[in-house]
């Protein structure tokens, strides 16, 4: 991915890390789970042709730094503390895509008064993706120095990836890179999921959403979507036919064409 590093300090003084290229108006992108700025890989040319695109690494990650102990909501200050920079170049608020957790982040930045005008969540997870002891399963696995195991759990069980979409996710470049960020965050973020009030945080979100829903995703992104089209005062929910979580790698296209037709473009 080409484009220029650069960074902001957090409220805790953590860095984080970020890309940007292109020209237009200002679109930060906040990846998921185990992601970095690369997650972006595959829609990165085409939102760059259009807008000034800016990912960040979230903490603990990539070219960001990382704090002690972990909070959900020092996340949140995060994706604040990026857009706040980036409207401040502007000259005014940004569009924001989030996937996965990205988009949990993204959500509670909006709602502490992250300078946003309009928002694009790709199925955030809240405490429906942590069920059947989901946090303190993935705990015991890196703990036990098990972090391949807790990765393939996440995968199939909560992205809902058959076991060749893992294999194929495995042996592509870059595949084994993931254990590292695993280990350091699986079971931080599983942990604070569990007791996320995600529609409690959406109640306070005012700025338009696009809620995507791949059709073949996970039943607790069904779930978790159309309790938030209910929770936000604007919300509008689009399907993504045929895609499931991962629609960035699977359907990068369709993703883009729903991401630009929502933000104008």
Known sequence: MEGTRHAVTSADGVRIG??????GPALLLVHGGMGTISSWQRVWGALAGHRRVTAMDRRGRGSSGDADTYELSSEYAD???????????QGGPVDVVGH???????????AVGAPFQRIVLYEPPGPQATQNNWPERVSTMVANGQAGRAVFTFLTEIMGLTRG?????????GGRDVLP????????EARALAT??????ARRVRQPVLLLLGTASPPWAGEITRE?????PAATVTGLPGAGHEALDSAPDLLVAEVLRFLGN
């Not at 970020?18 to 020209?23: H, K, P, Y």
């Not at 996320?196 to 945080?201: E, R, S, V």
Request: some cysteine.
């Open 228 to 232: 938030l089209a209910t929770a936000l």
């Open 181 to 188: 960020i695993a280990a350091a965050t699986l079971p931080r």
């Open 196 to 201: 996320c009030d995600l529609t409690g945080i």
């Open 165 to 173: 979409e893992v294999e194929a996710l495995r042996d592509a470049p």
């Open 79 to 89: 994706v604040a503390a990026v857009a706040a920079a980036l409207a401040g170049e």
């Open 18 to 23: 970020q890309l940007t290229a292109g020209s």
């Open 100 to 110: 996965s957790i990205g988009a949990t982040c993204v959500l509670g930045a909006a």
